[in-house]
């Protein structure tokens, strides 16, 4: 990163070939598969946007890593099921991955309160739509829009406070 | 496939865009932070002067402590702010609630005073302690933008640590500049009056700055 930051583009585009697959990895446990390539996306222009915040003393990753995980609270905010996702691209429950990224994310998730975790994983994990998340829950349309923001609004606290 | 195709050709544009650039450095950051502070104490000091028992060492004891503790926050919180702008993992700034804790000591021993001794409370009197307050703030004001400019040109993952650090630092360097130049003989006055100058900025920071250094 080091060369790269002096303007060596052979440089660059290796380290940023290695970043795609260490995202790569990194989001398939944390987030459903259909959003991973977008999320890598972003968080390669974030590293090419920010690549002066990298401190070439430092090791690479848990720079990488810290934006990593910045944007992926970002992703979670912003992913509307309802739009992004259609039934022909929804996780599959016995895909290994998609299991993978429910559990690492329910380690995550188990500092919240349960009814927050439950509107989380359907809405913005596995995709579902309010009214579906609120008839499997019990819960009301409203109550899992709310659980969906202040759980978020807790997972980025915790995130934050690591 | 498409998406991995999409993601190569990110990459070659990304990589033909590898301008050169400047790293940010925490000690340039520090040792800007440094020349604020410094120059905001010289502009205290040779325009409002500094208080006569102060420079000939004649000052209560309590009264260096108060500014020592003040130093030592603005330098820890300044330290942590300009670390907090690059992307990391770990505790942002560990310790440094123990800092606040103890200079919150202070007011807390004012308020014991006040209780002890009521015929005090006119020691703390509204109208000199909000002028001091208001010109601890604006001492800090430089402090507080410069910590939003390096946040900003920065990636903090922390908006509202970062914040509150800026915003600590801001308010010590303010609490430092009164405290410098103030005439009033009580200590309870500035326990209270200055000390508030770190709460105020911390919260105003707190609430303002966030949005502000959040990046995409």
């Not at chain 1, 919240?112 to 509107?119: C, E, I, K, R, V």
């Not at chain 2, 507080?144 to 900003?152: D, G, H, Q, T, V």
Request: charged residues 20%.
């Amino acid at each position: 990163m080091r060369s790269a930051q002096a303007g060596d583009a052979a440089a660059y585009r290796s380290i940023l070939s290695s970043t795609r697959d260490w995202l790569m990895r990194f989001f398939a446990r944390r987030i459903a598969e259909a959003l991973v390539d977008d999320l890598v996306q972003d968080v390669l222009m974030s590293v090419h946007a920010k690549r002066a915040t990298y401190d070439p003393a430092r090791p690479y990753y848990p720079w990488l890593a810290a934006i990593a995980r910045y944007r992926w609270i970002d992703a979670l905010r912003r992913f509307r099921p309802e739009v992004e996702l259609g039934d022909y691209d929804a996780p599959v429950a016995s895909d290994e991955e998609a299991v993978l990224s429910r559990l690492s994310l329910d380690n995550l998730l188990a500092h919240l309160p349960d009814a927050q975790t439950n509107a989380i994983v359907l809405v913005k994990i596995e995709g579902r739509s309010t009214i579906e998340a609120a008839r499997i829950t019990g819960q009301s349309e409203s109550l899992i829009k709310v659980n969906v923001h202040r759980g978020l609004k807790k997972l980025a606290a915790l995130v934050e406070s690591e | 496939m498409n998406m991995t195709n999409d993601l190569d050709h990110l990459i070659d544009r990304l990589a033909a865009d590898a301008t050169p650039v400047r790293v940010q450095r925490d000690s340039r950051g520090r040792l800007m932070l440094a020349l604020i502070a410094g120059a905001i104490f010289a502009f205290v000091a040779t325009t409002l002067g500094v208080r006569p028992d102060l420079l000939n060492q004649s000052a209560e004891n309590e009264r260096y402590l108060a500014l020592g503790l003040l130093s030592i926050l603005a330098l820890a919180s300044g330290y942590h702010a300009i670390r907090v702008a690059r992307p990391q993992v770990g505790a942002p700034a560990p310790g440094l609630g123990w800092l606040v804790a103890a200079l919150a000591i202070l007011p807390i021993l004012a308020l014991a005073t006040i209780l002890a001794e009521p015929r005090r409370i006119g020691e703390m009197a509204v109208a000199p302690g909000l002028r001091c307050l208001e010109f601890g703030l604006i001492c800090g004001t430089a402090t507080l933008a410069y910590l939003a400019f390096w946040l900003r040109r920065g990636a903090t993952v922390r908006p509202h640590q970062a914040a509150w650090l800026a915003g600590l630092c801001g308010g010590a360097v303010g609490a430092i500049g009164v405290t410098l130049e103030c005439g009033e003989p009580s200590l309870l006055h500035l326990d209270i009056w200055h000390v508030a100058v770190v709460p105020a900025m911390a919260i105003f920071a707190r609430f303002v700055l966030p949005p502000l250094l959040r990046w995409r």
